[in-house]
């Protein structure tokens, strides 16, 4: 979606079998979060740093690399859902004010957006907006999808068929 707002979109993944997935799927670079030069790469990547980050995952780790990351004036938009939801992480009082920076939560989405969502994806699918869905389930399947959610298993979206 950011991609089709003619943004530039920094992956950052612990999967390194995930990258190829996130460079096909609209990401201009991948950073593997599991390196010892990630933060320089990342600082590379946004040259200074980033306007707006969004973790979907909001470990202690992401979400430290993520306000690290920020540039001045940033925004950090916390949407969880991942294996962090819930944790705590420092953030340094005087960098906040002297980067001047925003850090945001958000439950995800309203369904008034979902369907704003789906829509535009439905008037944009021929020019290559399209989600990437890897796994489908009926309500039969629904606990091992988000036991595969939890521990990162899933590339792009799992989908509950009704």
Not at 94 to 116: A, D, H, P
Not at 118 to 142: C, H, I, N, Y
């Amino acid at each position: 979606m950011v991609r089709w707002a003619n943004c530039h979109v920094t992956a950052v993944e612990v999967d390194n079998n995930k990258f190829e997935a996130c460079l096909e799927h609209g990401a201009d670079i991948c950073v593997d979060a599991n390196s010892n030069s990630a933060h320089e790469a990342l600082m590379d990547a946004s040259k200074g740093g980033f306007d707006v980050v969004i973790d979907f995952v909001s470990s202690t780790k992401s979400l430290e690399m993520a306000v690290e990351s920020l540039g001045r004036g940033g925004r950090l938009l916390t949407l969880g859902g991942g294996g962090g939801s819930g944790s705590e992480f420092k953030l340094n009082g005087m960098s906040l004010l002297s980067k001047e920076i925003e850090v945001m939560g958000s439950r995800y989405c309203s369904y008034q957006e979902v369907l704003e969502s789906l829509q535009l994806v439905g008037e944009q699918a021929d020019k290559g907006l399209m989600p990437l869905v890897t796994r489908t389930s009926g309500f039969e399947g629904l606990e091992d999808i988000h036991n595969d959610v939890e521990q990162s298993l899933i590339t792009g979206r799992a989908a509950l068929v009704l």
